[in-house]
């Protein structure tokens, strides 16, 4: 079946650090794929998303290329804040008997220190 | 639009006791899902809905979890009896993947406390 694994948090870096969350993916076919964003107490919000190979999704200075041949999808900024402090989810949007269905990973907690 | 509205933001109940949380989804959304919130087991999926219709409840725990979409815009998820184990964050989700890319809009929870 489709699944998302995302790195081992929590991650914690200073301010101004580079920032890379990896994902991959399983997925037949040829899905669409998410980053969200939860900040502490609210609901999950889209952050960036891509839909096909090679496309790279961004906003809020975060980034992601859809890499077919390693089913990846790694998030990545070049200098964090601290209000980026949050929780970070990959998904995937297979489609096919499952459409409509999002698949996410486990979540990675990031904390950003000044 | 004002977004997935979810009801009620938190709620306390002691175990045993029926809980319902309620669910009202973007308008012309026609896919809405239920996910459950904790530190131990993450983010999982309990059932989702298309046009009113469940689709897949294979991640609803157990048979004293229930859901309901009786119409396009209200949903119900329904703990009858409640037990401490199921303490966790509930969200509902929409989303219309016939016109985007399956983007789903979240609500913002209802953090359930079964004592």
């Known amino acids: 079946g489709d699944s998302v694994t995302q790195m081992e948090g929590p991650v914690t870096l200073s301010e101004e650090a580079f920032l890379t969350i990896n994902c991959t993916y399983t997925a037949t076919g040829y899905p669409s794929l998410f980053w969200y964003v939860q900040y502490p107490g609210e609901g999950l919000q889209l952050l960036l998303k891509?839909?096909?190979?090679?496309d790279k999704g961004s906003n809020k200075g975060f980034e992601a290329t859809y890499r077919k041949e390693t089913t990846s999808f790694h998030l990545e900024k070049g200098s964090v804040q601290v209000s980026d402090s949050a929780v970070y989810f990959c998904a995937l949007h297979a489609g096919g008997t499952s459409y409509g269905k999002l698949t996410f990973g486990q979540g990675t907690i990031l904390t950003v220190h000044p | 639009d004002a977004g997935v509205i979810q009801s009620p933001r938190h709620e306390v109940t002691e175990m045993g006791q029926e809980v319902t949380l309620r669910c009202k989804p973007i308008s012309g959304h026609d896919y809405l899902f239920w996910y459950r919130q904790t530190m131990m087991r993450g983010l999982e999926l309990l059932i989702y809905f298309n046009n009113n219709v469940p689709i897949d409840d294979s991640g609803m725990p157990e048979d004293r979890f229930s859901a309901k979409m009786p119409n396009a815009s209200f949903s119900t998820l329904k703990i009858q009896p409640s037990e401490p184990r199921d303490s966790a964050v509930y969200f509902c989700?929409?989303?219309?993947?016939?016109?985007?890319?399956?983007?789903?809009?979240f609500g913002q929870g209802t953090r359930l406390t079964v004592v």
């Open positions: 989700a929409s989303s219309l993947p016939q016109v985007g890319i399956a983007e789903a809009f």
């Open positions: 891509a839909t096909k190979a090679d």
